[in-house]
């Protein structure tokens, strides 16, 4: 069975960076998602169209295609006092954080300055070229309730 719109994939995968350091790799092949329904980043899900169980595939996809060019805009220095006083700051922690308009995002700390915390809103693998090592473990079709939910459900179904 082909990898297409509406197909539950299993695969195993190993993301590296363009210096050949892992930043992530599926543990033990259960890795799964509906495909066509936006769970994975777009560049791999195009990229796996078609292939069936068995099939290996490396990939390298750009940030256009990943989680998007890195915006400066979103990157800002705020005051201290945004923060609890007795939390201690340090580059890499990262905090939940709201939109103007109510939307939840993660921020990354990038710098702690005299005048302030500068926080970056840019998802952290933004700007980067992710290079994906990918084996195809199995290929289903997905329920009825799955595509209707946008997502997978385990054996034992899914509970809202």
């Known amino acids: 069975m082909q990898i297409e719109k509406h197909r539950v994939v299993t695969l195993t ?3 590296k960076d363009n210096d050949d350091n892992i930043i992530d790799k599926s543990d033990d092949g259960s890795f799964c998602y509906l495909h066509g ?15 069936i169980a068995g ?6 996809v750009p940030p256009e295609e990943a989680y998007g060019v890195h915006d400066a805009e979103k990157t800002q220095k705020v005051p201290r006092d945004m923060f609890p006083p007795e939390q201690e700051i340090e580059p890499g ?4 954080a709201q939109s103007p308009d109510g939307q939840p995002f993660v921020v ?27 084996k195809i473990m199995d290929v289903r079709d997905a329920s009825s ?4 939910h946008g997502h997978v459900h385990g054996p034992e179904g899914h509970h809202h």
């Open 108 to 134: 990354t700390i990038s710098g702690i300055e005299e005048d302030g915390i500068v926080v970056d809103g840019n998802h952290p693998l933004a700007g980067m070229h992710l290079n994906f090592e990918v």
């Open 93 to 96: 922690m990262q905090f939940h």
């Open 55 to 60: 099939d290996e595939l490396n990939v390298a």
């Open 13 to 15: 995968y190993t993301l």
């Open 37 to 51: 329904a936006g769970n994975i980043i777009p560049g791999l899900e195009k990229a796996l169209i078609g292939m």
């Open 145 to 148: 309730e799955e595509i209707e």
